[in-house]
């Protein structure tokens, strides 16, 4: 069967102009954040918040076969909600995940179309439901009143290089790990090879 595929194919990243403010994760940064998680961690349940594009789940099962996973997302034309086994078109901010969460990972809706108070709340409610907390978000919000007190708990800051957006100014990994005792790792973390 020529050009059957199983999962839809990869989204466009960016959707210029778009009211909802959409960008969705390029996979090859998907697959470097899930491979830097994969060092933490070892999940049997993910939840992907905001799925978008789904490139967060296409990542966690080429690393972790056979793991669980539950997506949401607000937007109901969201690709990445046919491919986890359980989805709900939600809210990230309120909906409780259907099972017990190892791990919640995505890249939060930021900016203009949604404001900085949904994206601290998106996190809030991720980092309380689940053993581990991965964001990727813009890196000036880490200097920003309502996020200052959950990077003060990171496990782990990377700031990702390149930048994944060419519209947006850095993106910064924050990882929240309930079982984390020591110091918050500082580290860089490349997704691709500079040309």
Known sequence: ????ALTPPEPVVHIADDDKGRSYTPEPCARAIVWR???IITPETMWEPCVGGGA?????RDAWPGIHVFASDIDPDAPGLLMSGASVVADARRVPPW?????????????KAVGQDVTVA????????????????????????GLEPHVRECSLVAPMLPRPFPHERGMV?????KRHTGPCVHEQLRWKVPT
Not at 1 to 4: A, K, P, V
């Open 99 to 111: 099972m017990p969460i190892n791990l919640a990972i995505t890249n939060p809706p930021f900016g």
């Open 173 to 177: 990994l924050l990882v929240w790990d």
């Open 1 to 4: 069967m020529s050009g059957f």
């Open 56 to 60: 967060f789940i296409r990542c966690a």
């Open 37 to 39: 998680l994969s060092t």
């Open 122 to 145: 998106i996190i809030a409610n991720a980092r309380n439901v689940s053993d581990v907390c991965a964001m990727l978000v813009p890196l000036d919000y880490l200097t920003q009143t």
